[in-house]
């Protein structure tokens, strides 16, 4: 499989928690979805759940993907 990277200004204005169904429809991983999971299972995907619920911390991922701004002094 390809990995690319998820730049952050696509989902800009988005909510705060997404499911995991919208996150595939709006990252292109339609076909993707039980590799999500599994991510999601692992911690590399931030979740939250919600009842039996769980969604994609969307606050969380783009923090991720945010690079650490250098300091300077």
């Not at 169904?21 to 292109?28: H, K, Q, T, V």
């Not at 599994?38 to 969604?55: I, V």
Request: charge should be neutral; glycine fraction near 8%.
């Amino acid at each position: 499989m390809k990995v690319e990277e998820l730049p952050p200004d696509l989902f800009v204005g988005c909510p705060r928690y997404l499911t995991q169904r919208r996150f595939a429809e709006l990252a292109g991983l339609q076909q993707q979805e039980k590799l999500l999971a599994r991510w999601g299972d692992e911690g590399l995907l931030p979740t939250r759940s919600f009842g039996r619920h769980r969604l994609i911390d969307m606050q969380a991922l783009l923090q991720r993907l945010d690079p650490p701004q250098e300091i300077q002094g």
